[in-house]
């Protein structure tokens, strides 16, 4: 450790030094200026001297050594020195000099500045900084944390010498800007801990080199990221020197393409409308903003915004159709075409570039998105009472529904087989006329309606009421909306009653509210009397489908359970209780059922840069290891885990692969293997924080003192030149000034107290 | 201006220095001193009433009481003392010590001298038999007392033809001295006295042995009393071969205490010897030297008269 990398300015300490032998010269120039006096009491005056001679030469040294200190403390002050954490530390064993960098690599640091970027910009600074620090004689380390992952550090305490200065420069030239947004409540509480597992006795200034946006230091959160940070850095201050780096420029007109959303469910051959929103973030008004959709390769849309009002946003539609050639898999195995049934389509939608318009951050004006189209929607019936006459089994209309254009990819199978069928490739299942299934199999339609599955229960004749509210209803526990009583109406199909549809509808009915009095012929000549459990209606429970009967019985009613629902019909889907089936209105009931039921999987958020992803990984067909492939080509294995939060004993099949912390923007490839050694790829997108696109700045000036108090300062990159020694604690110039005056004041009164106890009275 | 203005004047030593010839510093010294007496002191002592005898047949009828005879109806003579010739002798120190003082106007010496002139004038003046002797570590000049005018002349031109050579050393001299003067009388010695005051005691009372009354004008410079220098100062010693280079303010105190202790020491030893002890202040006028005289004579005259 450097004695003179405690100051800023260490020469002026030289020319203290120097200055030191100024009252020295002084004395001996006094000494050889003297009058010569022939003297004749010469007696009393050597008498005199032998007694006064050590007093006096005690007194003389008194005050030269109060001079000397007196110089030394003006060129201590001028030199500007600061301690670097408290006093004790300082005359203890303080050995070195650490700099600490937080290097803001969030998103808003790609703002361009002609050809390079402000991330650019802030690296040759920090590049000039090692530069300097290597060829000084003082002896830095270096510690350098990105926003991006401040949990550990990039460098850390590596000395800034001529033998390292080659592999820090690389090191600083390799460092991209991240897609991710800045967090420096996180990162500076990374910073902390990091600091707290470190030596004490370490003089340490911390830079933090940041674009100062509003939005970083602000924003979002703005009632706890501001208290957060405050606290963060005055924790810092305290052991560490602080400076605010500021990188940033103040340009703020930006574009960006803040979300694109499509329709819940994506089906090929079926249009999909697809929902992109532009925000204009900048001061000025944006005119003829072009936006382009393009899917895969192929020859793209261009969509255009007449005029985009600074502050606004706006939302373009783009509607598409994915074709699938269903006649060439007709002919593919049912089991094969359920396992290719998704097809990832991957979008681009971006905004075209205009010569004339300024949009600093180039990176959110695009955005990926993958459509996860179904080439079919796959529906599995259960049908609880085969028969080898079609029409008289169960599901013989419900299957009747897949036809050419519904997009429904349905499956058949029997009650005994349903016990073994791979339920997540479905995303809808009718249990037809099912009264009980074994213990496991409910447990695994229970996991599978709660991670997002729809069930539609239909129980008829075959059903005994007991086992069925012991499977499914269990008194509001299980599946079942309703628990069932005894069966109702006429079996001699003399009376009957029809339809009587809630204030409100629902989705599934909607065509036949739209068409007035469909339900009006209809028979329901049979039902099952239900129950629903107390205090489940208006909460889990919906009935939105009631019969006409005297005792206004439920027709049809929902449950939502976990992220899926169940709907329960009173009545089975055959001909044996009702005359609906083959009514007109029954087909598109079903069909808008299904894609309900579909609909409420598909619902999900925008995957944003430094979130996550999880994909439900079926370990009866997939293998638990899954390799990600980024953006960028680099694959990394992972292996998918159980899904937390469920039972442990479950034995559950369903495991996730989940990855959190999604560091790049693009597409990302999730490659799951299957059993039989194939891979099935599922695709992702990542897409940059749209507040990141925000680029106003924290106007340090105003509140930077409110924020952060006196120990913090803020710098310009070209500033940052001068503070390459300075340490930060606490400049000790006005305590030495204070010194030094008491210094005066004790010289001046001592040499007055000696000269009068000399002259006596 | 004002007489008593005038006296002061020339009293003052700063206006003596510039006048170079002894007898008219002398006289100057004398008159003015004079001058500034409301009454003359000399007038009653040149014969002195001393008792009242009764008329025997041969006495002058001159010397008859009237004023007691018109009391008594009795003769009384009324008798006085006859003012004997008095015998003084003036022993001023012409070592090199006395010559501090030089550079910066009146040394010791001339003030000595000066004083010594002085004295020797106004004893001239009353017919008494002045001597004087200059002494250093021997004898330098002697003159033996006379009344003669021409003597005076004489004393006042060794005075200021004399220069301080030579180092102090009074035991000897002063023994030898006291052995040459035979006649009681005064001895009236001017010197700074720098000498071992038991020394001094021991040779002073060879002259107390002889009887002699023994004034002792203790010449110190105004510099040596107060020790005024401030700067750094490199001393030279006059009759020693020292040197010492300090800061005067340093030393002051202790300077002080230690003339004041030697000051102590010589005022006892003069004391127990029954010597005056006068100190003398050259900056001070001279006048102080004749009234302390003065007073002095008249005190010695009524221990006699009273014996």
Known sequence: ?761 | MSSAETSQKYLDPITLDRIKRMDVRARLVVEGFMTGQHRSPYHGFAVEFATHREYAPGDDLRHIDWKVWSKTDRLYIKEYEAETNLKCTLLVDSSKSMRYGEKSGWSKFDYAATAAASLAYLLQQQQDAVGLVMFSNKIEQTLRPSTHPSHLKLMLHELERVQPERTTDINDVFLALANQIRQRGIIALFSDLFLDPKVLGATLNQFRLRRHEVIVFHIMHHDELEFPFADNTLFRGLEVDVQLQTEPRALRRSYLEAVERYMAQVRRVCATSGIDHVLVDTSKPLDGVLSSYLSFRQRRRKQLLRR
């Open chain 1, 1 to 761: 450790m450097s004695f003179v990398s405690w100051m800023l300015n260490p020469w002026m300490l030289g020319l203290g030094a120097l200055a030191v032998s100024v009252p020295i010269i002084i004395h001996l120039l006094n000494k050889r200026r003297f009058k010569i006096v022939d003297w004749a009491a010469m007696d009393f005056l050597l008498d005199a001297d032998k007694k006064n001679r050590r007093r006096v030469k005690l007194e003389n040294f008194i005050l030269l050594l109060l001079r000397c200190l007196a110089m030394l403390l003006i060129g201590l002050m001028l030199a500007r020195p600061f301690l670097p954490s408290d006093l004790a530390k300082v005359f203890a064993r303080v050995q070195q000099h650490e700099w600490v960098v937080l290097l803001d690599d969030s998103l808003s640091q790609q703002v361009q500045v002609g050809q390079s970027s402000l991330f650019d910009e802030a690296k040759v600074a920090l590049k000039s900084l090692f530069q300097r620090a290597a060829t000084s004689d003082s002896d830095e380390t270096l510690t350098l944390f990105l926003t991006s992952q401040p949990d550990k550090p990039i460098v850390s305490n590596k000395p800034i010498i001529a033998d390292s200065l080659s592999e820090l420069l690389r090191t600083t030239d390799e460092l991209k800007c991240s897609d991710m947004s800045a967090d420096y409540s996180l990162a500076l509480e990374d910073v902390h801990a990091y600091l707290a597992g470190q030596r004490e006795d370490v003089n340490r200034v911390l830079y933090i080199f940041s674009d100062l946006r509003k939005r970083d230091w602000m924003s979002e959160s703005a009632e706890r990221a501001p208290n957060e940070i405050v606290k963060k850095i005055a924790e810092l201050s305290s052991v560490a020197g602080c400076f605010v780096v500021d990188c940033g420029n103040d340009r703020v007109d930006n574009l960006a393409i803040t979300d694109v959303r499509a329709d819940d469910l994506q089906v090929a051959n079926t249009v999909i409308r697809f929902q992109a929103t532009v925000a204009n973030y900048g001061s000025v008004a944006a005119r003829d903003v072009d936006v382009r959709f393009q899917v895969g390769e192929e020859a793209p849309q261009v969509n255009r915004i007449p005029e985009l009002a600074p502050g606004h946003q706006s939302t373009l539609i783009f509607p598409y159709l994915f074709s699938v050639d269903r006649a060439s898999q007709e002919d593919q195995d049912l089991d094969l075409r359920l396992r290719n049934n998704i097809a990832y389509h991957t979008i681009r939608v971006e905004l075209v570039p205009d010569a004339k318009r300024i949009d600093s951050l180039p990176p959110d004006s695009g955005f990926d998105f993958v459509s996860p189209t179904l080439s079919g929607l796959p529906v599995l019936f259960v049908d609880g009472e085969p028969n080898l006459i079609p029409e008289r089994s169960e599901t013989y209309f419900l299957a009747a529904t897949e036809v050419l254009g519904t997009g429904l990819l349905a499956d058949t199978v029997t009650h005994t087989e349903f016990e073994t069928v791979s339920l997540s490739k479905y995303k809808v299942i009718f249990l037809c006329n099912i009264g009980e299934v074994s213990a496991d199999r409910r447990q695994a339609v229970e996991q599978w309606v709660r991670d997002g599955g729809g069930l539609v229960l239909m129980p008829g004749s075959q059903v005994r009421a007991q086992e069925f509210n012991n499977v499914f209803f269990r008194n509001g526990q299980g599946l079942s909306p309703f628990g069932l009583v005894a069966e109702q109406g006429d079996n001699n199909r003399q009376n009957y009653f029809g339809f009587d549809v809630a204030p409100g509808g629902h989705p599934a009915v909607r065509v036949a509210v739209s068409l007035d009095n469909i339900f009006n012929s209809l028979k329901i000549y049979k039902w099952w009397s239900t129950v629903l459990a107390e205090g489940q209606l208006g909460q889990s429970v919906s009935v939105p489908l009631w019969l006409t009967d005297e005792k206004h019985s439920i027709a049809m009613a929902e449950r939502s359970f976990g992220k899926g629902r169940v709907i329960g019909f009173s009545f089975p889907a055959d001909l044996d209780w009702t005359d609906w089936p083959p009514h007109p209105s029954y087909a598109p009931v079903v069909f808008d059922l299904i894609h309900y039921l579909a609909s409420s999987i598909a619902k999900q958020d925008t995957t944003r840069v430094g979130g996550s992803f999880a994909q439900l990984v079926d370990l009866s067909a997939f293998d638990s290891n899954v390799a990600l492939v980024d953006p960028d080509g680099e694959t990394t294995e992972m292996l998918a885990k159980p899904i937390t939060g469920t039972d442990e004993s479950s034995q559950s099949v369903l495991y996730q692969a989940r990855i959190d912390g999604l560091r790049k923007r693009g597409v990302y490839q999730l490659q799951l293997m299957r059993s039989d050694g194939q891979v099935q790829p599922v695709l992702f997108a990542a897409n940059v924080n749209p507040s990141e696109g925000q680029l106003e700045r924290l106007d340090f000036g105003q509140v930077g003192a409110e924020y952060f108090g006196d120990k913090v300062s803020r710098v310009s990159l070209g500033e940052l030149d001068s503070l390459q020694f300075s340490g930060g604690h606490n400049e000790i110039w006005p305590q030495l000034l204070a010194a030094l005056a008491i210094l005066l004041i004790v010289e001046q009164a001592l040499g007055w107290w000696f000269g009068r106890s000399r002259t006596g009275s």
